[in-house]
């Protein structure tokens, strides 16, 4: 497996992508749904990793910074063929490893407070997240969970 930095210029993590938001789309009402689009993933403040497995996207990942000590933890997932069998706890690993490289002194992120979420809610806590306020541009929301740890 390797993770690497992606320009997000290719089709194969456009539809990876695309198959994430497709899938919040199910799961979250659109005014509870955070997730950025390719655009904004592309944003000079947004580094976004790709995870592959013999050259195929298994699972990928982004930091937004929000201040220059603070970031939030955008677009983590995993391919669902391939969930439960540590690529995301491999990525997060290697996120917050960078974000420590790069000066980061605190990460946040936002995930949903529904059932179908809680796997993604006990993965950061085991890395040390903790439920917060909301922080940044968001504002409070009964479909949202906020998390952060410092580093």
Do not use: N
Not at 114 to 125: H, I, Q
């Amino acid at each position: 497996m390797e993770i690497v930095v992606d320009d997000l210029s290719g089709r194969a993590i456009a539809a990876f992508l695309d198959e994430h938001v497709r899938q919040m789309r199910t799961t979250t009402p659109p005014e509870s749904k955070h997730a950025l689009d390719l655009d904004a993933l592309r944003g000079p403040e947004v580094t976004f990793w790709t995870v592959l497995d013999d050259g195929g996207v298994v699972g990928c990942g982004a930091l937004r910074r929000l201040t220059p000590t603070h970031a939030e933890l955008k677009s983590m997932r995993t391919s669902p063929a391939r969930q439960r069998g540590g690529i995301a706890s491999l990525l997060l690993e290697h996120i917050i490893g960078e974000a420590r490289r790069t000066g980061l002194a605190r990460l946040s992120l936002e995930t949903g407070s529904g059932a179908f979420f809680l796997p993604a809610r006990r993965l950061y806590e085991k890395f040390g997240f903790r439920e917060c306020a909301p922080f940044g541009d968001y504002g409070p929301d009964p479909l949202s969970t906020f998390m952060t740890r410092q580093l």
